[in-house]
T-cell receptor, first 116, second 113 residues
């Protein structure tokens, strides 16, 4: 069963607007972490933001925030005030802490295009 | 510059050839990882290491081998290359188990023909 689901293969957003990238996850482990990475066309993977399953507050990092809804098992990434440089692939990932030394499991990604 | 360095950036192999992808990090991270990314997909873990001398299989280890003789280096060996190994390979490192793989290398684009 797929552990991370990103249902939006591609998204468009106008420059300076906010955009939400969806991510749902599946786990029975009560302890886990959720991550978002950005992959620009140059190919490198850039860590954006992290949310732990026990964190009470939604994580924020500059223009990035993670809308964590634990009961719905969703961890959507919100980018505020989109910039042309935000055009990239975005990957949601999860790690389960109690299942041994488990690696990050990635979703298939969402391609975001920011339009001027 | 501090970080994770992968070499080479690009490589074309013929079927049956072997090669080693190099990965080194200068952050004294214990945890290192090798991922592959197929077109239109997220990353899948090939092998990982929690410290020098310790390695373990990830989700897709077949056709690969690794070693970790030092904290800094984590080479990935492809034996008898097959077209199915055409992919982009990423090395990553993290300080400990609890952290994200916040540091990725630039990737190696490998084509097997």
């Amino acid at each position: 069963a797929q552990k991370i689901t990103q249902t939006q293969p591609g998204m468009f957003v106008q420059e300076k607007e906010a955009v939400t990238l969806d991510c749902t996850y599946d786990t029975s482990d009560p302890s886990y972490g959720l991550f978002w990475y950005k992959q620009p066309s140059s190919g490198e993977m850039i860590f954006l933001i992290y949310q732990g399953s026990y964190d009470q507050q939604n994580a924020t990092e500059g223009r990035y925030s993670l809308n964590f809804q634990k009961a719905r098992k969703s961890a959507n990434l919100v980018i505020s005030a989109s910039q042309l440089g935000d055009s990239a692939m975005y990957f949601c990932a999860m790690r389960e802490w109690n299942s041994g030394n488990t690696p990050l499991v990635f979703g298939k990604g969402t391609r975001l295009s920011v339009i001027a | 510059n501090a970080g994770v360095t992968q070499t080479p950036k690009f490589r074309i192999l013929k079927i049956g050839q072997s090669m080693t992808l190099q990965c080194t990090q200068d952050m004294n991270h214990n945890y290192m990882y090798w991922y592959r990314q197929d077109p239109g997909m997220g990353l899948k873990l090939i092998y990982y290491s929690v410290g020098a001398g310790i390695t373990d299989k990830g989700e897709v280890p077949n056709g690969y081998n690794v070693s970790r003789s030092t904290t800094e280096d984590f080479p990935l060996r492809l034996e008898l290359a097959a077209p199915s190994q055409t992919s982009v390979y990423f090395c990553a490192s993290s300080l400990d188990r609890a952290g994200p793989e916040a540091f990725f290398g630039q990737g190696t684009r490998l084509t097997v023909v």
